[in-house]
């Protein structure tokens, strides 16, 4: 299943969207981009990264979850109230979405 049809399936309506290619991002961005958001999800491959904003957070260690090779943010990225959900896990985004 992919991003877009899940969230179609829990009839999840999409605000905004962004093309990730055309912005480019570096470590010292993530503050500014993430100002809002209290924690961000990242899943890659399989694994499930969570960063808790409110405390001091490794920026290489979050750029390195969230910032593709190319510099853009990894695809899909989703701002959902004070979280951001970053790469999609059919299992992870269950689970927050279910908690929400």
């Given at each position: ?19 990730a ?5 570096e470590k010292h ?22 960063f ?13 979850a ?16 004070d ?18």
């Open positions: 299943m992919r991003a877009d049809e899940f969230l179609a399936a829990r009839r999840i309506a999409v605000r905004e969207t962004a093309d290619r055309k912005e480019r991002f961005d993530l503050r500014e981009l993430f100002k809002d958001a209290r924690r961000v999800i990242a899943v890659k491959a399989k694994k499930r990264v969570e808790d904003l409110a405390r001091e957070v490794d920026l290489d260690a979050l750029a390195e969230v910032i593709g090779p190319t510099g853009g943010l990894r695809a899909p990225t989703l701002m959902v109230g979280a951001v959900l970053v790469g999609f896990g059919p299992e992870e985004w269950a689970a927050f979405f279910d908690a929400e």
